[in-house]
C-alpha cells in the first residue's frame, strides 16, 4: 500500500523549503520538526486506515440523489468524524479562532497525503475549511460564533456558491438576488450548479457561502455582495431551526470523483432563503478570491495526490509483472533466459521517470507556494510584500501545472500497464478518470493563463516576475557550484530567458490596444512557464540532494536529468509557438468550422 513517498515528502519540507525556518518564527512557535514528525505520521495512519481501502468502493458506490437529498458512501461518516476530531479543518487558522495555527506548508503537505490516499475525501473538509476561514476573514463576530466552530468540528459542512447555469465562470454575468429585508438580513434568490459537497447525511447543517447581486447594485463584478445561507436557520442557543429553502434540486452525475457529490441547488424557490451579509455589500468577489486563491493551490495539490497515487500503483505492476527479454549485445534475444520484469526496459523506465518528475516536481512547486504564503504571514514591510507578490505569481502556475501535467502522467501510467491498464480490475483507470475534472476545477487552464499572462506577468509593472527571476538566479547560482549540476543551471538561465524573449516579442500588442493578439497564446505561454517553473524546483531539488544518502541522491539526479532531457527541451518550441505572428485562431472564423 503505497501512495506516495513519506521520504521524499520529509526530504521537501526540511531540505528544499527549509521548514525549519518557518518554525523558528513567533507565529509558529508552538511547533518543532518532531512534533510535525508526528502529525504526518498521524495522518499517514488515519489515511491508511480509513481513506486508501475505501477509494475503489467510493467509485463503485457513487453519491445518489434521491427525493430532494443526495446519499454518500457510509465511510464518509467516520471519515469527517475523525478528521474533525483530529483539528485538521482548521488546521492552518489562528489559534484564536480556534485552529491549530499550523504553517500552510505543513498543512498542504497533510492534505496532500490525504488526497493520494483518497481523492474522493478532501473535498468535503477542504471546502469547509476554506469557507469557514472566509467567515472568519470577512465575517461579523455574530457570524463567527454562529458558524464557524460547528464548521471546525465537521458536524456542519461549508461550500462555496458562485456558478450559474447562464454564467458559468463568467461571474460578472451571475443574476442570484439578493433583497434587504430591513433588519440587517436579506432574501435570497437564484440557482447555483456545480456546487461541490453541497448535501450529504453525515451534516446536520450545510453554510453555503454565495455570491449574489443586492437589488439596484452595479453591472459586472462590481456589484457582487457575498452572503452565509445556511441550510437550515439556526437559533440563538446554536441549536438547529427551521428549514432555509435551499433546495438540492439535482445531482451531476460525474465521469470521475463519483464519491464526491456535486449538486444543483436552488435559493428561495420553494419559500424564502434568508442571507447574512458578509462584510461589505459589493465586495463579495474580493473577499470570495481569498477563497478561490487557496482552492486554487489546493486543487494542484490534488492533482500531485492523484498522479501520485497513479505513480505507485504502475511502479508496483511494473515490478511485478514479467514480460519480454532484455536484449543482448547481437542485438537478439536468449529465449532460454526467463523473462524479465518490464521495469528493465527502457521505455518503461522513461514512462515511470516521466511520471516521478511530474509527482514530484509538482509537490515541490505546491510546497514552494505554500512556503511563500507561510512568509508572507511571518515577515515585515517589503519582505511581506515581496512574498505575497510571488505567490500571486505562482498560484495560477500551481494550479495549472499539476493538473495538465498530472493528466500526462496518469494517463502514462495507464499505459505502463498495458491492456491491463484499460481494465476495471486495476485502479488506473479510475485515476484517470478522477483526475480528468482537475484542470476545469477553480477556474480552467484557459483561465488561469489568461491570469498569469494578462494580469500577474504585468502587475505592478512587472514586479512579481522580477522578484520570481531572482528566485531562480539564486538556484542557478548555488547550482553551479555543483559539478555535477553546472549544464542544468545554464539551461534553466537559458530558458528563463525565453520567457523575457517572449513577453518583449507579445508586449507590444498590449500597448497597442491589440489585447486579443497579446492574449491568444496566453495557453502556450503557461505551458512554458510551468515547465520553467518546475525546472527550477527540479534543480533546487538536486542542490538539496547532494547532502543525502547515496540512493536517495541518485534517484533525484536522475530524474532532474530525465526532466531536463525530455521536458526543457520543449521550452524552445513553445518559445517559437508563442513569437509566431500567425494569428490564425484570430482570424478564423466561427463558420469555418
Known amino acids: 500500500m503505497q501512495y506516495y513517498d513519506p521520504k521524499t515528502l520529509s526530504f521537501l519540507l526540511s531540505d528544499v523549503h527549509h521548514l525549519e525556518e518557518l518554525l523558528d518564527t513567533d507565529r509558529y512557535a508552538a511547533y518543532d520538526s518532531q512534533s510535525i514528525d508526528l502529525l504526518l505520521d498521524a495522518v499517514k495512519d488515519f489515511s491508511d486506515s480509513s481513506l486508501f481501502p475505501y477509494i475503489k468502493e467510493m467509485d463503485e458506490r457513487p453519491s445518489v440523489f434521491k427525493d430532494g437529498r443526495v446519499t454518500v458512501h457510509e465511510q464518509f461518516g467516520p471519515i469527517m468524524k475523525k478528521a474533525g476530531e483530529m483539528g485538521l479543518i482548521g488546521a492552518f487558522m489562528d489559534e484564536k479562532d480556534n485552529g491549530l495555527q499550523l504553517p500552510i506548508t505543513v498543512f498542504n503537505a497533510i492534505y496532500f497525503i490525504m488526497e493520494a490516499a483518497n481523492n474522493h475525501v478532501t473535498g468535503y473538509l477542504g471546502l469547509t475549511a476554506g469557507s469557514a476561514n472566509l467567515i472568519v476573514a470577512f465575517g461579523s463576530e455574530e457570524l463567527k460564533n454562529k458558524y464557524v466552530p460547528n464548521m471546525l468540528e465537521m458536524r456542519w459542512s461549508g461550500t462555496m456558491c458562485l456558478t450559474e447555469p447562464q454564467a458559468g465562470s463568467s461571474l460578472s454575468d451571475i443574476t442570484s438576488s439578493a433583497t434587504p429585508k430591513g433588519d440587517g438580513t436579506y432574501s435570497i434568490k437564484g440557482q447555483k450548479i456545480f456546487i461541490s459537497a453541497s448535501d450529504h447525511q453525515f451534516s446536520d447543517n450545510f453554510i453555503h457561502l454565495v455570491l449574489a447581486r443586492v437589488d439596484g447594485a452595479p453591472a459586472g463584478t462590481k456589484g457582487i455582495s457575498l452572503f452565509v445561507v445556511p441550510q437550515y436557520h439556526v437559533n440563538d442557543d446554536g441549536s438547529i431551526g427551521d428549514f432555509n429553502h435551499v433546495d438540492v434540486v439535482g445531482e451531476f452525475e460525474k465521469l470521475g470523483q463519483r464519491g464526491y457529490c456535486t449538486n444543483h441547488l436552488a435559493f428561495g424557490d420553494s419559500g424564502e432563503s434568508l442571507g447574512y451579509l458578509v462584510g461589505q455589500e459589493n465586495k463579495g468577489l474580493s473577499y470570495m478570491f481569498q477563497m478561490m486563491n487557496e482552492a486554487r493551490i489546493a486543487t494542484g495539490r490534488m492533482g500531485t495526490g492523484i498522479a501520485s497515487a497513479a505513480y505507485y500503483a504502475s511502479l508496483q505492476y511494473a515490478k511485478e509483472r514479467p514480460q519480454g527479454r532484455k536484449l543482448q549485445s547481437s542485438g537478439e534475444k536468449d529465449m532460454n533466459e526467463e523473462q524479465t520484469l518490464i521495469i528493465n526496459h527502457p521505455d518503461v523506465k522513461r514512462m515511470l521517470l516521466h511520471q516521478k ?85 477553480e477556474g480552467t487552464t484557459g483561465i488561469q493563463s489568461l491570469d498569469l499572462l494578462g494580469r500577474k506577468v504585468t502587475m505592478m509593472e512587472g514586479a512579481a516576475l522580477r522578484l520570481l527571476a531572482k528566485e531562480i538566479e539564486s538556484t542557478v547560482m548555488a547550482a553551479m557550484g555543483v559539478e555535477e549540476l553546472k549544464n542544468h543551471a545554464m539551461t534553466l538561465g537559458e530558458s528563463a530567458k525565453m520567457i523575457e524573449a517572449c513577453l518583449g516579442h507579445l508586449m507590444p500588442h498590449a500597448m497597442q490596444g491589440n489585447h486579443e493578439r497579446y492574449l491568444a497564446d496566453a495557453t502556450i505561454f503557461m505551458d512554458l512557464f510551468g515547465t520553467i517553473v518546475i525546472g527550477w524546483q527540479w534543480l533546487k531539488m538536486g542542490v538539496s540532494a547532494m547532502q543525502k544518502d547515496e540512493t536517495f541522491k541518485q534517484s533525484k539526479l536522475h530524474t532532474l536529468n530525465y526532466f531536463y532531457k525530455y521536458e526543457m527541451s520543449r521550452c524552445k518550441g513553445l518559445q517559437k509557438t508563442i513569437c509566431n505572428d500567425d494569428d490564425v485562431t484570430i482570424r478564423m472564423g466561427a463558420e469555418m468550422f
Open 357 to 441: 518528475a511530474i509527482v514530484e516536481g509538482s509537490l515541490s512547486l505546491i510546497l514552494q507556494c505554500s512556503y511563500y504564503v507561510d512568509k508572507s504571514l511571518t515577515a515585515d514591510g517589503e519582505d511581506k510584500n515581496n512574498y505575497h507578490l510571488l505567490c500571486e505569481i505562482l498560484n495560477p502556475v500551481a494550479k495549472t501545472y499539476p493538473s495538465e501535467a498530472g493528466k500526462d502522467a496518469v494517463d502514462t501510467g495507464l499505459q505502463v500497464l498495458g491492456g491491463y491498464g484499460y481494465m476495471m480490475d486495476f485502479i488506473l483507470q479510475q485515476y484517470h478518470r478522477d483526475i480528468r475534472i482537475i484542470s476545469i476545477y
